[in-house]
Every structure is written in C-alpha cells, then in structure tokens.
C-alpha cells in the first residue's frame, strides 16, 4: 500500500483501493472506489464526486438500502 499522510487532493482523480490516507484534504476530487480495501483516518472531502464500481458498488446498494428503509421495516441484527 502506499502511504499519503498530511496530504492534499485538488481537482484530480484519487483511487482509494490499495492505498493508506492520513489526515489528508480531498478537495473538488474525483474519488474512486472499487474493492474497498484502503485506510482513510482523519481526512475530509470537500466537493468530491464519488464513483463506486465492483465490490464497492455492492456495499453502496446495501447501505443505501438500509438508509432507505422506513423506521417500520425489520432492521438487519448487527454484530
């Protein structure tokens, strides 16, 4: 994994896959997500566009889902 720490993102597209980010700004980005297998600590996004594709898309339709759901409908046991 590389290592970006204290970093900042203007205007560009960043892939999170395969990487670590640590206390970096994301501003006006491009952010990718593909599998989900990235570290993000103490870092913001500020007017970033998000685009989720393979395993990551999957986790996106399930939390969606589950934001979705009225306060009626069974909710998923966690944990």
Do not use: W
């Not at 290592?3 to 501003?27: A, I, M, R, W």
């Not at 997500?33 to 898309?57: K, P, Y």
């Not at 999957?58 to 966690?78: E, Y």
């Amino acid at each position: 994994m590389a290592h970006f720490e204290k970093c900042e993102f203007t205007k560009v597209t960043v892939v999170l896959d395969g990487n670590e980010y640590v206390s970096c700004k994301f501003e006006d980005c491009r952010v990718v997500v593909t599998r989900g297998n990235f570290l993000l600590q103490d870092s913001s996004f500020t007017r970033c566009r998000f685009d989720f594709a393979g395993e990551a898309e999957n986790i996106k339709r399930l939390v969606m889902g589950l934001v979705n759901q009225s306060k009626d409908s069974p909710q998923p046991a966690l944990g």
